[in-house]
């Protein structure tokens, strides 16, 4: 193997460790909302209020099932249709001048060919063959939804659709079926995400615009989509976006951040079916679908989890629940975590909440505010995640960390979260078989072969063998060196200004420093720092106490996290690296 080999190989693990500590770091908070959603279940029992009940249980199926609904909108004959079949590569939705039903169909990824009829208050399901699919889903052939399909759920082998989408088709807006519109914005607060379709003969009409409003104040993301652009000279379609981005910023005020893509979809349905890159191209539906698939893997898991807590508050608002106050206190809590911000989520429904950028997690191991700590716990990502693929590879390293008695405990669990079921299977078979030996060794009388100083005893992982300790305990005392040279360089200056010591490492900075004018400054400052965390603590138990979670600031949100953390280090470094 070629040192560039490694080094792809090394990067490719890298991704996976780094996508598994996201995927830890995601199933923790479910948990956490899961529990939450239990509570308020269980309090709609207790006050006999049984549609609340109903609909925890309809959030808490869509938080197991985890699909992610992107759910495409428009008004009757905008291409809608003709859009997701563009995205999908070939006519699987029936498309054309017929309106579809009130029924609403929805698209995700299965290794055959098959359509799942869906009906309301059932169980039960029918399948049937794709052709087929035109039969239940159109007014000419199911007038008025006779046959009762509440959704069809198309299943196809289209690899976005493996991604995690779940494109669902909603009846057209402004049809001269009533209960198409109906159905249309009664599933909105059931979106993840929305694809608002116009087209260019006549975009965003004033009709269009209302039904546009009632989308953004149901979704944090919104792709607004001019269709039909192929029916527009090349000369024009400039002409045709600026007219519908002048539109947004006239009539919807801050909406304006809304970026518009221009798309002919029945260009792009004929390009995909006929191969022809150069067309597809041209259509503007690739940078609309690279968009959607950013916005899938870059945003899917928090925004996921955010839509399920705000959709959990929307139920508790109104309510008389006794409850109610602390369980929206712990929603917002959470929220708080997974993004702070100032949004409060005893809002009320219809009011637009903010579009997100999440914050990116470094994984099961979350930042602190102390700076030593910090530093540690980079290391320590560092060196795992190189440390894990030799383990992997190597047999002289397997043998040396056998030898070694392996991690320490804490550093274990904390390699067990880069690696894969393979890498752990490939790496701790020596480690294993070193303990089995030894224990069998005691129980016969002999002294473990890897007794330490010959002292018969229980076998014990490594501590201070272990060489995730000692790479965390040399950055430990790299960073306090760093903290300390860079303190008494700039003597009253703007060093270490903003970064915050636990206590564990502000005395080993001090220990390092030979100025006392310096180490009365940064005693002075973190004396500050701790009595203002403090102060937040108290605000926040005042507040919550007396049911004003909505004056709860960025700061005292924060607050039992800060406190724990500058008093004991982070849970994750162990205490005292940086001595010896």
């Given at each position: 193997?070629?040192q560039?080999d490694?080094?792809?190989?090394?990067?490719?693990?890298?991704a996976?460790?780094?996508?598994?500590?996201?995927l830890?770091?995601?199933?923790?908070?479910?948990h956490?909302i899961?529990?939450?959603?239990?509570e308020?279940?269980?309090?709609a029992?207790?006050?006999?209020n049984?549609?609340?009940?109903r609909?925890?249980?309809?959030?808490?199926?869509?938080?197991?099932?985890?699909?992610?609904?992107?759910?495409?909108?428009?008004?009757?004959?905008?291409?809608?249709?003709?859009?997701?079949?563009?995205?999908?590569?070939?006519?699987?939705?029936?498309?054309?001048?017929?309106?579809?039903t009130s029924?609403?169909t929805?698209?995700?990824?299965?290794?055959?060919e098959k359509?799942?009829?869906?009906?309301?208050?059932?169980?039960?399901?029918?399948?049937?063959?794709i052709e087929q699919?035109a039969?239940?889903?159109?007014?000419?052939?199911?007038?008025?939804?006779?046959?009762?399909i509440?959704m069809a759920?198309?299943?196809?082998?289209?690899e976005i659709?493996q991604?995690?989408?779940?494109?669902v088709d909603?009846?057209?807006?402004?049809?001269?079926v009533?209960?198409?519109?109906?159905?249309?914005?009664?599933?909105?607060?059931?979106?993840d995400?929305i694809?608002?379709?116009?087209?260019?003969?006549?975009?965003?009409?004033s009709?269009e615009?209302?039904?546009?409003?009632?989308?953004?104040?149901?979704?944090?993301?919104?792709f607004?989509?001019?269709n039909?652009?192929?029916?527009?000279?090349?000369?024009?379609r400039?002409?045709?976006?600026?007219?519908v981005?002048?539109?947004i910023?006239?009539?919807?005020?801050?909406?304006?951040?809304?970026?518009?893509?221009?798309?002919?979809?029945?260009?792009?349905?004929a390009?995909?079916?006929?191969g022809?890159q150069?067309?597809?191209?041209?259509s503007?539906?690739?940078?609309?679908?690279?968009?959607?698939?950013?916005y899938?893997?870059?945003?899917?898991?928090l925004?996921?989890l955010?839509?399920?807590?705000?959709?959990?508050?929307d139920?508790?608002?109104?309510?008389?629940?006794?409850?109610?106050?602390a369980?929206?206190?712990?929603?917002q809590?959470?929220?708080?975590?997974?993004?702070?911000?100032?949004?409060v989520?005893e809002s009320?429904?219809?009011r637009?909440?903010?579009?997100l950028?999440?914050?990116?997690?470094s994984?099961?191991?979350?930042?602190?505010?102390?700076?030593?700590?910090?530093r540690?716990?980079?290391?320590?990502?560092?060196?795992?995640?190189?440390?894990?693929?030799?383990?992997?590879?190597?047999?002289?390293?397997?043998?040396?960390?056998?030898?070694?008695?392996?991690?320490?405990?804490?550093?274990?669990?904390q390699?067990?979260?880069?690696?894969?079921?393979?890498?752990?299977?490939?790496?701790?078979?020596?480690?294993?078989?070193?303990?089995?030996?030894?224990l069998?060794d005691?129980?016969?009388g002999?002294v473990?072969?890897?007794?330490?100083?010959?002292?018969a005893?229980?076998p014990?992982?490594?501590?201070?063998?272990?060489p995730?300790?000692?790479?965390?305990?040399?950055?430990?005392?790299?960073?306090v060196?760093?903290?300390?040279?860079?303190?008494?360089a700039e003597?009253?200056?703007?060093?270490?200004?903003?970064?915050?010591?636990?206590?564990?490492?502000?005395?080993?900075?001090?220990l390092?420093?030979?100025?006392g004018s310096?180490?009365?400054q940064?005693?002075?400052?973190?004396?500050?720092?701790?009595?203002?965390?403090?102060?937040?603590?108290?605000?926040?138990?005042?507040?919550?106490?007396?049911?004003?979670s909505?004056?709860?600031?960025?700061?005292?949100?924060?607050?039992?996290?800060?406190?724990l953390t500058l008093?004991?280090?982070?849970?994750?470094?162990?205490?005292?690296?940086?001595?010896?």
């Amino acid at each position: 193997m070629t040192q560039s080999d490694a080094n792809r190989i090394s990067s490719a693990a890298t991704a996976r460790s780094d996508a598994r500590e996201d995927l830890a770091t995601y199933e923790q908070h479910t948990h956490e909302i899961a529990q939450i959603l239990r509570e308020i279940k269980s309090a709609a029992y207790s006050s006999k209020n049984a549609d609340l009940e109903r609909a925890v249980s309809d959030v808490t199926n869509k938080l197991a099932s985890e699909r992610f609904y992107l759910t495409v909108v428009g008004q009757f004959s905008r291409g809608k249709s003709t859009l997701m079949n563009a995205i999908l590569g070939k006519d699987y939705l029936p498309s054309g001048i017929v309106p579809t039903t009130s029924a609403i169909t929805a698209v995700s990824y299965g290794s055959r060919e098959k359509v799942v009829l869906r009906r309301p208050h059932s169980n039960l399901s029918s399948e049937i063959r794709i052709e087929q699919l035109a039969d239940f889903v159109t007014e000419k052939i199911n007038p008025g939804n006779r046959d009762r399909i509440e959704m069809a759920e198309v299943q196809v082998p289209v690899e976005i659709l493996q991604r995690g989408f779940f494109l669902v088709d909603t009846p057209g807006l402004g049809s001269a079926v009533q209960e198409n519109t109906a159905t249309t914005l009664e599933f909105l607060p059931s979106a993840d995400a929305i694809v608002f379709v116009t087209s260019c003969d006549a975009p965003l009409t004033s009709t269009e615009l209302g039904y546009l409003r009632e989308c953004r104040s149901s979704v944090r993301q919104l792709f607004l989509v001019v269709n039909k652009m192929d029916l527009v000279p090349e000369a024009d379609r400039t002409t045709v976006v600026g007219f519908v981005e002048s539109t947004i910023r006239e009539e919807l005020g801050g909406a304006a951040v809304l970026r518009v893509y221009r798309v002919s979809a029945r260009d792009a349905l004929a390009a995909r079916v006929a191969g022809d890159q150069a067309k597809l191209e041209s259509s503007g539906l690739l940078e609309l679908e690279a968009e959607m698939v950013a916005y899938l893997t870059e945003h899917k898991q928090l925004d996921f989890l955010l839509q399920i807590l705000n959709r959990a508050a929307d139920l508790l608002v109104g309510t008389d629940l006794q409850e109610r106050h602390a369980l929206l206190a712990r929603l917002q809590s959470l929220r708080n975590a997974l993004h702070p911000g100032p949004e409060v989520l005893e809002s009320g429904r219809g009011r637009p909440r903010p579009a997100l950028q999440p914050a990116k997690l470094s994984g099961s191991i979350v930042r602190v505010s102390c700076v030593v700590c910090d530093r540690v716990i980079d290391a320590m990502l560092d060196f795992l995640r190189s440390y894990q693929y030799d383990l992997y590879v190597s047999a002289e390293v397997q043998h040396a960390h056998a030898e070694a008695g392996g991690f320490c405990p804490m550093h274990t669990w904390q390699y067990a979260n880069l690696a894969s079921p393979q890498g752990i299977c490939s790496a701790y078979p020596q480690v294993v078989f070193r303990f089995s030996e030894d224990l069998r060794d005691l129980a016969e009388g002999r002294v473990p072969r890897h007794a330490t100083d010959g002292v018969a005893g229980p076998p014990l992982p490594a501590d201070v063998g272990c060489p995730a300790c000692r790479r965390a305990s040399e950055a430990a005392r790299e960073a306090v060196a760093n903290v300390a040279n860079r303190l008494e360089a700039e003597p009253g200056g703007s060093a270490g200004q903003g970064q915050r010591l636990c206590l564990t490492h502000l005395e080993e900075v001090l220990l390092r420093l030979r100025n006392g004018s310096v180490a009365k400054q940064l005693l002075l400052r973190e004396s500050e720092v701790l009595r203002r965390v403090a102060e937040n603590l108290q605000r926040y138990a005042l507040k919550h106490e007396g049911r004003r979670s909505d004056l709860i600031t960025e700061e005292e949100w924060q607050a039992p996290n800060q406190a724990l953390t500058l008093l004991a280090g982070h849970r994750n470094v162990q205490p005292r690296f940086g001595k010896g």
